[in-house]
């Protein structure tokens, strides 16, 4: 292989440096620049007299205000320094680059001028700085010569306004099509000479109902040949917006549309999106008028990326329901790990449907995190895309100028790795400007301050759909010749955006960042090779580390990429455990633990971290699948599961709803050269030097977590509240106890099994139970008893589900169940049906009782109130009701007869309830007050002592509570009952 020499050191000059190294470079640069800033302001007609005076300027006035600033400054520079430091190496967190000079020199003067990038009239020369930096962008991506774009405060809004334009887009045929049809004739005369070869007129697309297959490119010739009958006849455009979903909201649209147009206009519209679309794709679609339920998620294949199968399948799916799809968004490095779809595969599906005439959709590229990957694809030397070939020995020169005396950073597979991930990256990054629309963000991945994100569009002409003016200036297609020209000549450009103010300081730092620094492998791509060669070499050190405790269990990095594709390296823990391989839930737990101790939070002391690191959790809903396959892949036991789907079997001390990940963004371009002085003053580079931090917090946790070493304890894993087990006496329930405290290690005093209603009932309020496993073997006969008892619990606030385990079908106590169930909205009820309990039965009868047990658990064990709630939603008004139940006491006690009822019981039974039901916590000091009022008028004194001392026990009784009890007992003594109890309350 020819080995040609790289530059790798031009980015040295580029920042301030981990150190400041450059600190005298840089601060000549920004005094010259604020100097000159200062001069301009001084010879800006010149000859006017100084407004701040000298002698004010020495005034104590002035002087005070001086000191009061320096103070401030002080306090806030000092503060600053508890940030996060992303300048250094050590931090390998979020995707938060250190800004290169430029770009903050940049971001810095234009703060000084503090213009508005709203129009030429306010920023006339900022505004030219934010084209000439979007034209920029597009060349990176070699977006052809009618794209065109702006800045946007980042990814999220960016990702808003792509969308927003394939919305109105995807409507515009439709818009044309009621103006056709209900326009006067002025307006129908005008549409008359549109058409589209091989679909005719606008009237000929309603009769072949061909306006859903219309691909963009036909839309867009469409939007072109109306704006520039808009100069023939004007008054068209404005006709054609009271037919749109800008005049009429999306209720009259739609309304009109499927009057008018009947089944011509479609039954919905659905976004295709990756199950891994950045949250900002929901939040955009939310705000575009659609819900949830217009996302069509497309799964992931085995490398996180979209599956093709499946979108193929969901396309044809949408298509055959006379559906519309809206846009299709791909991701070019995902946020979370890094991964890029195959975006040659979408665009060959995207050809066939309009070959087969089956429509079409806007594909959309959600770059915000690997859109500067591109510059990798662009060869600075000879001007032009990149070969694969050309782009390996590119990374392969890079790796030896880096380590040029030494071979053992090279002892891994890098030829192989490399051409892999060429592969992979070029794959997309040379297609990626053949989509509609593309979101990058600056102040990721092209080392810019924020904010600064952007939104890039293939053809200018789609601006022209959403734009908040009446007159559409520029509303006209370019020549060849004029084309540059007017498409970014937007002398009014916040009628294009969300935002109507926007910094010029973004625009100014993008310009001075990417004229300073080429957009291509000379120059930017300098940045991202050192991202794409650490992140592959951290992964090597670390996959090479087997962490070793005293006891001999081991612990292994297990990758969830086997390459990092965009400078994200995401794994979890391997860990070898008394001789078994612990299990994902287990993992998960010591993960978390990892997570609390390494994290920076507003408390913590930066300056006695070695390491900033970052962790993700795939959720279920989304990584279910393909994380799977990857625990599969490992030997992992456990899998992903969403523990509210009642159909899903699952242990709940093996699988889990997430799978926990350290998270290392290698943005940092000084992480390879990084070297430090390990044990014995040996030198070692920095990733070799986490390795062996990470490793002690490892072991940290995996002590802390198992608590001795003897055995792997689950007692972190118990049910989350106690459990009743009620059954007739047979042996199956004594079975069931046995099984979950062995195989569980819930503890003795959490599970308890009774043998008839009477006895559970009372268990139930001494202990508050909160789950229970009913109708346990009782037999045809009895089986009613069971579900007379889960009614009766239904009347306690704090019961939250049962499951009901019987030899009856659910179809022949499903009305009993549903009946009791409709009075607690809020309760969790599953059936489970057993036939034998033969030994290859048993286990798995027992496996499948304990996940639904699990399920009532953990759905009530996610109902956490904040202070503040607890203040306003129970403190308050538990106050409120014990103030009003005292005087009612005392009311009853006043008009009580000898013939009355007890005044207690009235009190106690005609309480108007209806205002505190949706507060659990005091609907359960209002049952147990009642079941206390009442187990004292049954003269039960045992009963009553014990369920007082629990209920004393177990709630915090505020002021007005402790008087009403204080009243109640001096009722009681003055009415001759039993005196005992009260005293035994008062020692």
Known sequence: MKIEKINISKDKFWFIGPNAENLSLFKEFIIDAFEDHCYWRKNFHSKELPLIKESERTSEDFQQVTSLFRDNLNELTNRLKTSVPQFSSRYLGHMLPDPTFPATLGSFLGMLINNNNTSEESSPTTLTLEFEALKMICGMFDFGPQAWGHLTSG??????HC?????????????????????????????????????????AMIENNSLRLLTVDERIELLSQVLDQGTKYPFLLPVLREFSVYQLGFSEFFQLARTVLADRFPKNFRLVVNKAAHYSIFKATNLLGFGKQHIAPVALDVNGAMDMRDLESTINDIHDANESVLAVVNIFGSTELGNIDNISEILSLRERLRKSDKGDFWLHSDAAWGGYFATLARDGMQKKTITSRGLENYLHNFLHELFPDSKEELKNNWDENIAEWTKHFLDAALVINQSDSITIDPHKSGYIPYPAGACLFKNYLVREVITYKSNYVNAKKATPEQEQEIIWDCPILAQYTIDGSRPSSAAVSVWLAHKTIPLDNTGHGLLIAKMVLASMYLQEVLSREVIKDAQGDTVQYIFKNDIPLTGIVCYTLKINYQGRIISLKEVNQIMDAIYHDTTLDKNANIYEKRFFLAFTRLASENYADEANLFLQKHSIPGQL????????????????????????????????????????????????DYAHYLAQKILTALDAVTHDKGSMSHHHYQLPCKVLILENGKVLGKLIKEHIQKTYGIKEEDVFLCRDAITAWNVVLRHRIETAILGVDLGVEKEKEGIDFLGKLSQIPFFRGAVIFTFYKQSEIADEVKEVQEKRDDWNIYYLQHFDLEAQNINYTFRRLVSLLWKVSYNQSHQKLTQDQ?????????????????????????????????????????????DYKSNHLFMDKLFIFKSLFRVYLQQDEVAFAAAYADFSERFYLTKPEQDFIEKMFGFWKEAGLPWYLYEKRAR
Request: net charge negative.
């Open 641 to 688: 599961v969403n523990f509210n789907d009642s159909d899903q079997e699952f242990d709940p001390w093996e699988d889990d709803d997430h799978l926990a990940l350290f998270r290392n963004v290698t943005i940092n371009p000084f992480f390879l050269i990084h070297k430090v002085l390990g044990k014995d003053n040996q030198v070692l580079h920095l990733a070799k």
């Open 155 to 160: 990814g999220t809004g960016a990702n808003l």
């Open 163 to 203: 969308l927003w334009r394939a919305r109105d887009l995807a409507f515009y045929p439709y818009v044309l099509a009621l103006a056709a049809l209900n326009g006067n004739s002025a307006v129908k005369e005008a549409l008359t000479d549109i058409n589209l070869p091989k679909r005719g007129g606008i009237l």
């Open 870 to 914: 607890i203040s306003k939603n129970i403190i308050a008004p538990t106050n409120k009701f014990f103030e009003l139940l005292k005087r009612k006491f005392e009311q009853s006690v006043k008009s009580a007869s000898d013939d009355d009822k007890h005044p207690l019981t009235v009190v106690v039974n005609n309480f108007d309830e209806k």
